[in-house]
């Protein structure tokens, strides 16, 4: 099935190559598809290539929409 | 872990169920088609269904080759490759999908059993067939690359 995980950014190997951390595993995956990646950024990653950046405000913004609709009295919203 | 846990919050999801069920027009029916095999996994596996009321109806779709090649066929892929002195060429999104016992090839690939990730089985498993003495090479793949007489 597609299956594309968030992951972090730990180490940045050459142009074209990263280390990411997928909650504890590490990987070496491709960058060429994602401009001026930074150690620290978010990345969804499938078939060992990180397709986008994550935004952590859309990320925040997705949540605070579900937080929302949800009728969970006083839910804090994860940051 | 950050980005996956926010997402799978529990309260969160009872919270969206309860709202969906406040919404729904009793003599209306609703019906939901997912076409993403993965979608259908994830909705299986967190009891999605269970959580929404009888008038919505969800339809699972296609899915692509690789969603649906049927779960015996790849428990078949991992005992084979257990088993037997093969290779066991795959494309890398199956390797992580569950067999009918919940295994996957990663597993299999973690116990030490020769699976192998390729794009296009067949120029892979022809690079790899010489020089050295061959076991079989087969490969896992769709139920249409089984029509086609792929084994």
Redesign the interface.
Known sequence: ???A??A?VIELVDIEHAVVD??GVRKTISTVLVDDLQIGD?VIVH??YALNR?DPEE?AET?RL??E????AN?EI?G | MKYLDEFRDDRLAQGLAARIRREIEPERRYALMEFCGGHTHAICRHGIEDLLPAEVRLIHGPGCPVCVLPSGRLQAAIDLVERERVILCSYGDLLRVPGAQGDTLLKTKARGADVRMCGWCTRSAMRWRSPAPSPTITSCSSPSASRAGVP
């Open positions: 099935m597609c299956l995980i968030p972090q997928m909650g978010y078939v060992g994550l990320a949540l579900i937080a609709f949800s009728e969970v839910h994860p």
